[in-house]
């Protein structure tokens, strides 16, 4: 669509600004067919067709350029004329990453609007999506919103933040070390408070929602005190608090989490600077070869100031209603990464014992045989699955379910399209966000049976941004094709027998 005045004057926008007649929503004239928003920072134009309208590239934020490098968010400037909104917001800085591509921009704090095209005859619940990609890649603009906004009558915000070495830095002394990405969130969700009913979605019913590292985050700004007040529901997709990754010795795993600290002690000697001074002066380019180094966020600071394990487990979060989900087969995608090859299963026992010990290598044997097909990555993937993912999943349903109410679900499509390009692995079945592809319009192919399931995840989904019940509560329900069920996670991912070792 082309861009509402190109070159407005300022009598022009001025004139513009006056024949704002606004809806119940606070949004479009009535001459532009809704293209045309006014933000508190300015004015926005849009691309609206019959069924929905979408707005990209809004800054929520300054640029973090420069002084502002590695500086909590800072206030983004108002602007004259209108804004050209027809365009996503760019990639954050990041190299590329399974197929994703990379990206040298540092401004990159901005986020995208999609709404369904018709006013609203009361302010619609309003859903904000945090990526996931490792907290090293991604973007907001990856994720077309339009089926969650269109047949659930919500307002779906998308949303950027710093990532790798830009936004989970530290280093003594600097203020906001470790968590700048996660302050970034925070930004974009106060923007939200700001915004909410000019694009026509009610700032008191918004449901924060990611994937991944999204997940995370989500998790994360459930334990965040200045997180207060932001949102009033919360869906952690494959992300759980507990989440764990092997350690440096056999048997040895640890959370996801880490103290200022050592973020602070891990940011000193970077690229061979001696000073901040320095580090600020580098370009995009110089900073992305240590990218991937500072890849999670850190606790004991003023946005996280505990792990946000022990606030889930001492009820130290925010106590709004969560739905707790993961996919039946998390870790074939990992798995298939530790090993592009192959594994003969004889020499499958020894695998089990590098990652889950000696002492356990043969009880996890037990649990988990071979099946036979000479290739022991599927066995080492659900085991993996189960000890590592699943069963903190579960955990945290449990958990947080004892100060609010949750919700839990596992996505289980066995034959879900592929996205990412991997190599050959005996089956991916479920993999890790495998499930997005039913929430979002990714371009991947859905037969006829995977559609419906879609249909029925996304009515699930905008249920509980609307009400906080998904339609189910009790139990957690399995999403599959044809197969959409109660399930017993815990007994089917042998939780049982991982809390006795891990």
């Known amino acids: 669509m082309r861009v509402l005045g190109a070159v407005v004057s300022k009598t022009l926008t001025a004139v513009i600004a006056a024949a704002m007649v606004f809806s119940v929503a606070g949004a479009a004239s009535a001459d532009d067919g809704g293209a045309v928003v006014r933000t508190d920072k300015g004015l926005v134009s849009g691309t609206v067709t019959s069924t929905y309208r979408t707005f990209g590239n809004i800054p929520f934020a300054a640029p973090p350029v420069g002084a502002n490098r590695w500086r909590d968010p800072q206030p983004a400037a108002a602007w004259q004329g209108v804004r050209d909104a027809t365009k996503p917001a760019p990639y954050c800085a990041q190299n590329s990453q399974l197929g994703q591509p990379s990206s040298q921009i540092e401004d990159c704090l901005y986020l995208n609007v999609t709404t369904p095209a018709k006013d609203p005859h009361r302010p619609r619940p ?21 089926w969650l906004a269109t047949k659930n009558d919500v307002v779906v915000v998308t949303v950027n933040y710093r990532l790798g070495v830009f936004g989970f830095f530290g280093y003594p002394g600097l203020p906001g070390s470790g968590v700048f990405g996660l302050a970034d969130q925070q930004a974009a969700l106060k923007w939200v408070q700001r915004n909410a009913r000019a694009f026509g979605g009610d700032a008191r019913n918004v449901t924060v929602f990611g994937e991944s590292a999204g997940g995370l985050s989500v998790c994360a700004q459930l334990a ?5 007040g932001l949102f009033a529901k919360a869906i952690i997709q494959s992300g759980p608090c507990g989440l764990t990754t092997p350690g440096t010795r056999p048997g040895e795993f640890t959370g996801v989490w880490r103290p200022r600290v050592d973020a602070e002690k891990q940011g000193v000697g970077t690229l061979g600077c001696a000073d901040l001074a320095c580090l600020r002066a580098q370009p995009v380019d110089k900073l992305l070869t240590v990218h991937d180094l500072f890849n ?61 010990g000696e002492n356990n290598a043969d009880k996890v044997l037990a649990r988990y045989p071979v099946n036979g097909n000479n290739d022991a990555r599927d066995e080492m993937a659900t085991a993996w699955t189960d000890g590592l993912w699943s069963c903190p999943t579960q955990r945290a349903r449990e958990e947080l379910g004892r100060h609010a109410r949750v919700s839990g679900y596992e996505f289980a499509d066995a034959d879900a399209p592929m996205i990412f390009p991997l190599p050959p692995f005996p089956d991916y079945k479920a993999y890790h966000a495998s499930e997005l592809m039913s929430l979002f319009d990714m371009g991947a192919p859905l ?17 509980f941004a609307r009400t906080g019940d998904p339609g189910w509560r ?3 329900r399995s999403l599959a094709p044809g197969a959409i069920r109660g399930t017993d996670f815990a007994r089917d991912h042998q939780c049982a027998f991982w809390s006795s070792i891990l």
């Open 224 to 228: 965040s005190p200045r997180a207060a």
């Open 296 to 356: 999670w966020p850190a606790y004991d600071t003023a946005v996280l100031p505990i792990d946000p394990v022990v606030a889930q487990r001492t009820g130290r979060m925010h106590h709004v209603p969560t739905m707790v989900g993961s996919t039946h087969d998390e870790m074939t995608l990992f798995a298939a990464l530790f090993y592009p090859q192959p594994i003969p299963e004889p020499g499958y026992r020894a695998q089990l014992a590098q990652f889950f």
């Open 447 to 463: 037969d006829a049976r995977q559609r419906e399931l879609s249909d029925y995840m996304i009515a699930a989904w905008g249920r």
């Open 126 to 146: 309003v859903m904000v999506w945090i990526h996931g990609g490792g907290f090293t890649a991604g973007a907001a603009s990856e994720y077309d919103a339009r």
């Open 474 to 476: 009790s139990e957690v």
